[in-house]
């Protein structure tokens, strides 16, 4: 697993197993050429790609992550691609003594080295307490290749290496490999097959799925000509082919991953599992902020998600978030919700019948008769509508 809070200096993430998230890295170079592959195994699906464009004296990077924006991995214009691998606590001895550097010590290898021995040269300088968490596989374009423990570096051997959730320093002789994911990758690429289809194979077969989480995209990285080859959800049939050169061209951008690929059954059903409220966090803005406010929200969060329903914008969502808005005395509020809803699903009546409540108790009786009305021509058979229209009609004959 990848999942790493940078920003926050990690938190190692535990399943209810307590086992790590899976996540697999691997790297092959023959007659010149290297190709990089990457698994992502996490339970967020919102995925992210961005790019940081060239400085002088810096290089540009694409990166790829999750919606906070902390990167997992990436590829700077120079070829130099690395990756993060959740492990378990590793005591950091050798580097105390040095200088801690205050920041995202990944990224500054990405904006000033291109080879492998650069990237540990800089390191080299640092208190590596910050690698205490996870471990780090570095590869540049000419194929040579590391991945940093802490403060041990572990140099390719041969002409291929792979990387997953344990530390190969720790292995003794004769010790069994504890990882399958390790074994596959390793048999798979001692085939020297060095094409994107081998590549291609090699994550399928040590991809991971299931409730808690999967491998949620894929990369392969032609590092000689600057390609990403990108998959999405464990679906190795769909691939969007990322030129890093030409995207850096169109300067600063954002892409949410899920919105390049179409929809599967798969996709579908885990992010179900994991809906979230909408009228939740709508609230909170609203009581906050105001009700314009929320209504930015909304959009706001419809359009974020669109690909992936995180959250449930159902239409009993939003009315259940007006009726909260009524209960709090929250009148004004809960009409332009509600208002909201009509704009949303203008052809369910159950909507006009609770715009014509919220009206009806913010004592606006002629609009209240509108849109019960409304919701009668819809629905006739909607007995509470006809009730409340009954009762207003009478009340102003009466006035």
Known sequence: MKRIFIILLLTLIILPSGTLFSCTMFTLTKNGKTLVGNNEDWRNPNTKMWFVLPEEGKYGIVYFGFDDLSP????????????????????????????TYRGNLMHKVMRECASVDEALKLIDNYNLQYFRRFQVMIVDKSGDSAIIEGDVI?????????????????????????CNRYKIATNLLSKNELTVDAFRNILAAVHQEGVHGGT??????????????????????????????????KGEHTIDIPSLFPDTYAVIQFDKRRQ???????????????????????????????????????????NLLGYRLLKAGKNKEAIAIFK????????????????????????????????????LEINPDNDNGKEMLKKLEEKKINL
């Open 276 to 318: 979230l409220p909408a009228s939740d966090v709508l609230y909170k803005t609203i009581d906050k902020s105001g009700v314009e406010s929320g209504i930015k929200k909304y959009h706001k969060m419809k359009k974020d998600f669109r690909k992936l329903y995180r959250y449930d914008f159902s239409e009993d969502q939003i």
């Open 154 to 178: 572990q140099r390719k051997k041969g002409n291929f290496q792979v990387c997953t959730n344990f530390y190969l320093s720790q292995l003794k002789e004769g010790d069994d490999i504890p």
């Open 72 to 99: 997992q991995g990436g590829m700077n214009d120079q070829g130099l691609v690395f990756d993060y691998m959740a492990t378990q606590p590793l005591e950091v001895k050798n580097s105390l003594h040095k200088e």
């Open 340 to 375: 909201l809803n009509v704009e949303e699903h203008p052809k369910s009546w159950n909507v006009y019948d609770s715009l014509g409540e919220a009206y009806m108790k913010n004592d606006q009786k002629e609009l209240a008769i509108k849109f019960y009305r409304k919701s």
């Open 216 to 249: 949620l995209y894929s990369n392969i990285y032609d590092v000689n000509h600057g390609l990403i080859y990108l998959y999405h959800f464990h679906n190795y049939e769909n691939v969007v082919v990322i030129n890093l050169e030409d995207e850096l061209k």
